[in-house]
Nanobody, 122 residues
Framework: VQLQASGGGLVQTGGSLSISCVVSGRTSSSGVMGWFRQPPGKEREFVAAITWNAAGTYYADSVKGRFTISRDNAKNTMYLQMNNLKPEDTAVYYC????????????????WGQGTQVTVSS
């Protein structure tokens, strides 16, 4: 299973950005997928997760109401729409697949993308 994240960039405070993650390889059951981020000098943290049929979505409190996670299984792609961005959202964003435990725990995902940089200027 390979994951490829893309769509990051530089945006001003209050702006919007959408990032995506394409899954290839054994995609028939990518299961619960998630977005995590790693701010400069900090640990990787949970951002959002989505069940295989998109019936369940989960968010970190810091992004709730501003970010929306979605997926299109026909395209093997997961998305993260980020609105009202803040400087503290600056981080490398990683996508993860095939969750095997708690959706908000980094170690419960065996497959990861390479990350895409999101920078929010003040």
């Amino acid at each position: 299973v390979q994951l490829q994240a893309s769509g990051g960039g530089l945006v001003q405070t209050g702006g919007s950005l959408s990032i995506s993650c394409v899954v290839s390889g054994r995609t028939s059951s990518s299961g619960v997928m998630g977005w995590f981020r790693q701010p400069p000098g900090k640990e990787r943290e949970f951002v959002a997760a989505i069940t295989w049929n998109a019936a369940g979505t989960y968010y970190a409190d810091s992004v709730k109401g501003r970010f929306t996670i979605s997926r299109d299984n026909a395209k093997n792609t997961m998305y993260l729409q980020m609105n009202n961005l803040k400087p503290e959202d600056t981080a490398v964003y990683y996508c993860a697949a095939h969750n095997r435990g708690s959706y908000f725990v980094t170690n419960s995902y065996p497959y990861w993308g390479q990350g895409t940089q999101v920078t929010v200027s003040s």
